[in-house]
């Protein structure tokens, strides 16, 4: 059983920047492939990122790209999304989520929730204008 904790998040104005980062425990990190997804009020759950560590590809929702960086740190079984260019329509709630890499591949797969085994609490990023 894998346990997600996230941190970081906030509010910050259009422009700035933030960084999420969630942990990882009770699992050996390494062997699954890290996203990370995000819910606005009234909308459904879209995914934002994903680092596949099967195939050593990352993959990023057209909304983002250019924009947020998705990374990860087997050491500290730590994965991380970078946010920059931060625009208003990126308030939302932010969940990471774990799924075994061996069983997903492909951006059709890392962008379908459904797939995931494990999921963060959220944490709430507030973009002001």
């Known amino acids: 059983q894998v346990q997600l904790g996230q941190s970081g998040g906030g509010m910050v104005q259009a422009g700035g920047s933030l960084r999420l980062s969630c942990a990882a425990s009770?699992?050996?990190?390494?062997?699954?492939?890290m996203g990370w997804f995000r819910q606005a009020l009234g909308k459904e759950r879209e995914f934002v990122a994903a680092?596949?560590?099967?195939?050593?590809?990352?993959y990023y929702a057209d909304s983002v790209k250019g924009r947020f960086t998705i990374s990860r740190d087997n050491a500290k079984n730590t994965v991380y999304l970078q946010m920059n260019s931060l625009k208003p329509e990126d308030t939302a709630v932010y969940y990471c989520?774990?799924?075994?890499?061996?069983?997903?591949?492909?951006?059709?797969?890392?962008?379908?929730?459904?797939?995931?085994?494990?999921w963060g609490q959220g944490t709430q990023v507030t973009v002001s204008s």
């Open positions: 989520a774990a799924v075994r890499a061996a069983s997903c591949s492909g951006h059709g797969c890392f962008d379908d929730a459904a797939r995931y085994d494990y």
């Open positions: 009770g699992g050996t990190f390494s062997s699954y492939a």
């Open positions: 680092d596949s560590r099967h195939d050593d590809n990352t």
